[in-house]
């Protein structure tokens, strides 16, 4: 079975930093496109960063410059290192994986479509 699980969310306030991980199980995590999505309350659901198997990455204009996306397929873990937050960033973060989609199809479908999907992680940011 397939778990994904997000940790790292909390408040803070806008220009800090916080740094998100999703530890996969039950797949091989090296095999699987990755990515963060995100949803606020009242809003749909947006891509943020995903990376290809190959570590090609991508990300939404709006994160651009401020979010890294990393993986490290030894420890099975993704991570989002997220600085000069916003009020704007506040909402909940969700990976997810998949065998097929890459990582700039991702972002643009904003997650459609992805096999597997954790159970979010929420993020504050207090202006």
């Known amino acids: 079975q397939v778990r994904l699980v997000e940790t790292g969310g909390g408040s803070v306030q806008a220009g800090g930093s916080l740094r998100l991980s999703c530890v996969g199980s039950?797949?091989?995590?090296?095999?699987?496109?990755m990515g963060w999505f995100r949803q606020a309350p009242g809003k749909e659901r947006e891509g943020v960063a995903a990376i290809d198997i190959d570590g090609t990455t991508a990300y939404a204009d709006s994160v651009k410059g401020r979010f890294t996306i990393s993986r490290d397929n030894a420890k099975s873990t993704l991570y989002l290192q997220m600085s000069s937050l916003k009020p704007e960033d506040t909402a909940n973060y969700y990976c997810a994986a998949d065998p097929w989609i890459g990582a700039a199809i991702a972002i643009e479908r904003h997650g459609s479509g992805m096999a597997y999907w954790g159970k979010g992680t929420l993020v504050a940011i207090s202006s």
């Open positions: 039950g797949l091989t995590f090296s095999r699987y496109s």
